[in-house]
């Protein structure tokens, strides 16, 4: 069955890095689109970040210029590079596969991101 697991979550200071990786198994993964979402508590789950079948990508105006989605389709692995980091980038993220880029149907179970101040 489609499994995503996420990793490389943590605590890190304002302005840090993390990289998060989310292994997917289950599928043709170069076929789907993959994308990074977002849920902070009190608020809606966001679009963070996402990449095509043929790699082009997607960034929110929120995070443009700080993030940054790939992929490496022969290890089925899709990352998200997140540099100078903010309080207010804390959240649980989440890995998603899905038909295109605006649509997911599969979700991997979140990893926790803390930015201190």
């Known amino acids: 069955q489609v499994q995503l697991v996420e990793s490389g979550g943590g605590s890190v200071q304002a302005g840090g890095s993390l990289r998060l990786s989310c292994a997917a198994s289950?599928?043709?993964?170069?076929?789907?689109?993959m994308g990074w979402h977002r849920q902070a508590p009190g608020k809606q789950r966001e679009l963070v970040a996402a990449?095509?079948?043929?790699?082009?990508?997607n960034i929110a105006d929120s995070v443009k210029g700080r993030f940054t989605i790939s992929r490496d389709n022969a290890k089925n692995t899709v990352y998200l590079q997140m540099d100078s980091l903010k309080p207010e980038d804390t959240a649980v993220y989440y890995c998603?596969?899905?038909?295109?880029?605006?649509?997911?149907?599969?979700w991997g179970q979140g990893t926790q991101v803390t930015v201190s101040s």
């Open positions: 289950g599928f043709t993964f170069s076929s789907i689109a």
């Open positions: 998603a596969a899905g038909p295109n880029w605006l649509s997911y149907v599969s």
């Open positions: 990449i095509t079948r043929g790699g082009s990508t």
